[in-house]
Antibody, heavy 118, light 107 residues
Framework: QVQLVESGGGVVQPGRSLRLSCAASGFTFSNYSMHWVRQAPGKGLEWVGAIPYDGDHGYYADSVKGRFTISRDSSKNTLYLQMNSLRPEDTAVYYC???????????WGQGTLVTVSS | DIQMTQSPSAMSASVGDRVTITCRASQGIANYLAWFQQKPGKVPKRLIYTASSLQSGVPSRFSGSGSGTEFTLTISSLQPEDFATYYCLQYNSFPFTFGPGTKVDIK
């Protein structure tokens, strides 16, 4: 069955970096574009960014552009989110999800919490 | 960027009520719209994709309609397990954008 498992969250000081991972299984990872979505405490869902199936280049929300980088390793079926220059407003649960044809955001990981605080 | 709005932002309803939530896009998105349900502390769950296609396993009381810039999610007869927050998502073009959500609670 399809599984997406995020890891790497934690507490980090403003200005520091953190890398999240999303381990995928149960489907052909290399066929799917992969996305990150976040949700700040008590707030709505925010699309963060995406990487195409071929990992060519990423697409990002304006709020993270230039600070966050999405990459993927198809040999490990793993998606990454490198977060630099973190700000308190980046505090959120970060989810990974997938897209291919009609399978747009049909499966989500359980999320990993990132807290940016001094 | 495409902006998504939802109305209402919150509503109170009773079991058995017919509930309609509207999502509007700032520009045309064809039918590249999905609806999600989220309960507190839980992962979002996709209900509808391509504006009107029902996700497998989702009860038939949920339905979606619309195209272009205006979309609706309808729950034909609200059940106790349907009290949640509902989000629309446009995936016509990057950056993808979610609506701000509609919270449905018990009257």
């Amino acid at each position: 069955q399809v599984q997406l498992v995020e890891s790497g969250g934690g507490v980090v000081q403003p200005g520091r970096s953190l890398r999240l991972s999303c381990a995928a299984s149960g489907f052909t990872f290399s066929n799917y574009s992969m996305h990150w979505v976040r949700q700040a405490p008590g707030k709505g869902l925010e699309w963060v960014g995406a990487i195409p199936y071929d990992g060519d280049h990423g697409y990002y929300a304006d709020s993270v552009k230039g600070r966050f980088t999405i990459s993927r390793d198809s040999s490990k079926n793993t998606l990454y989110l490198q977060m630099n220059s973190l700000r308190p407003e980046d505090t959120a649960v970060y989810y990974c999800t997938r897209r291919h044809g009609y399978n747009t955001f049909d499966y989500w990981g359980q999320g990993t919490l990132v807290t940016v605080s001094s | 960027d495409i902006q998504m709005t939802q109305s209402p932002s919150a509503m109170s309803a009773s079991v058995g009520d017919r509930v309609t939530i509207t999502c509007r896009a700032s520009q045309g998105i064809a039918n590249y719209l999905a609806w999600f349900q989220q309960k507190p502390g839980k992962v979002p769950k996709r209900l509808i994709y391509t504006a009107s296609s029902l996700q497998s396993g989702v009860p038939s009381r949920f339905s979606g309609s619309g195209s272009g810039t205006e979309f609706t999610l309808t729950i034909s007869s609200l059940q106790p397990e349907d009290f949640a927050t509902y989000y629309c998502l446009q995936y016509n073009s990057f950056p993808f954008t979610f609506g701000p959500g509609t919270k449905v609670d018990i009257k």
